[in-house]
């Protein structure tokens, strides 16, 4: 729920707040999003689990965004599609943290459920 | 409380996140991809050099305008050397309008129908295309420019933008004057180009040739053109007025 709304505030921002990133960084722009959201899915997750630590999820979340992006850049010098690599491990990992999202949420909802009985 | 500030740094990160999406989203509709097959890449290309070779024409234009304004302009107190000049450039433009006689490498052709023969069969049914009109003469003309030639007269007549080839029954007339077959035609031009252009395959002299008349082409060093023997004073012309 409160990322919903994060995103939501995050995207009305960016769209009044007219700024171009150039042509360049567009690419690694776009690995670094997805870092960020890997960073987001895995914090939700802990949230749920309870074992949500500050200073993970802050490292985590720019460090992963900052190497994904230098890896895409680095990949592009040598011509070796390393975004890919990034593409597959947060995408896999984003997934992975979402069915557990989900399972501990319906989880929940049914113990809810249960006691309401 | 614990949970609180995880919500907190949570709502942060998306709201980065947020931005960071839109941003790019933002860019993606200001910087549209398209794909282009092979033949649109080739036109797009080519359509590229050419405005590229437009602009290195036009910067060129603009470098020999900007040392002339300059030479004007150091030059701005000898009154003579900008004088001649002036001058030197009127001769130029006298030249081109043909308000003067001109030679130069060139062409001449020579075009004859069957009209100035002894016998002609007025029964004859193709008699019409075996004899000179004046569009064939425009056709020539529209050419000859094609290809370069900077200045053309025929039968002595200067062909300028204000010449008419117009048909006068068993005449054609230029420049409101009378003329017949045999027509010369002559062009100053480079003389290798005007040549192969005219006498090139889908060029409108094979078809004159195909029509039984006679065409001859040869190439001259030193080609003489009248000037236009017509007054080309303007009565109604005047500029523009800039506002």
Redo the contacts between chains.
């Keep these: 729920m409160?990322?919903?709304?994060?995103?939501?505030?995050?995207?009305?921002?960016?769209?009044f707040?007219?700024?171009?990133?150039p042509?360049k960084f567009?690419p690694y722009?776009?690995v670094?999003?997805l870092a960020?959201?890997d960073?987001?899915f895995g914090?939700?997750r802990?949230?749920l689990s309870k074992n949500?630590r500050?200073d993970v999820?802050?490292s985590g979340?720019f460090g992963n965004a900052v190497l994904a992006a230098g890896l895409a850049y680095l990949g592009d010098k040598l011509n070796v599609p390393v975004y890919l690599a990034a593409v597959i491990v947060f995408g896999g990992r984003i997934f992975d943290n979402f069915a557990i999202i989900r399972r501990q949420m319906l989880e929940r909802a049914k113990s809810h459920n249960e006691v309401v009985k | 409380m614990k949970n609180n500030e995880a919500s907190l740094f949570i709502l942060i990160a998306c709201i980065i996140v947020g931005i960071l999406i839109s941003l790019n989203f933002n860019f993606n509709r200001t910087y549209n991809r398209v794909f282009l097959s092979t033949k649109q890449y080739q036109d797009a290309y080519e359509e590229k050099n050419k405005i590229k070779g437009e602009i290195s024409d036009l910067h060129q234009q603009y470098l020999v305008l900007n040392s002339k304004l300059s030479k004007y302009k150091s030059t701005g107190k000898n009154q003579t050397t900008v004088l001649s000049s002036l001058e030197n450039e009127l001769d130029q433009n006298k030249m081109q309008i043909g308000e003067d006689d001109v030679e130069g490498e060139g062409i001449i052709i020579t075009l004859k129908d069957i009209s100035n023969e002894s016998y002609y069969n007025t029964d004859d049914p193709d008699l019409l295309s075996k004899i000179i009109h004046n569009y064939d003469l425009n056709y020539i003309i529209n050419d000859l420019r094609n290809a370069g030639a900077e200045a053309i007269s025929i039968n002595g007549q200067r062909v300028t933008d204000r010449t008419a080839v117009y048909c006068d029954g068993a005449l054609i007339a230029v420049n409101g004057v009378k003329i017949a077959t045999p027509f010369y035609i002559d062009a100053i031009g480079n003389k290798d180009v005007l040549k192969n252009y005219m006498l090139s395959d889908e060029n409108y002299l094979k078809f004159m040739m195909s029509r039984t008349i006679s065409v001859t082409l040869e190439q001259s060093e030193d080609v003489k053109i009248q000037a236009a023997s017509f007054d080309i004073s303007k009565n109604f012309l005047s500029a523009v007025k800039a506002k």
């Design positions: 409160i990322a919903v709304i994060g995103l939501l505030i995050g995207v009305v921002i960016g769209i707040w007219n700024i171009n990133i042509d567009s722009m776009s670094a999003i960020c959201l960073s987001v914090a939700l802990a949230l949500f500050a999820f802050i979340f």
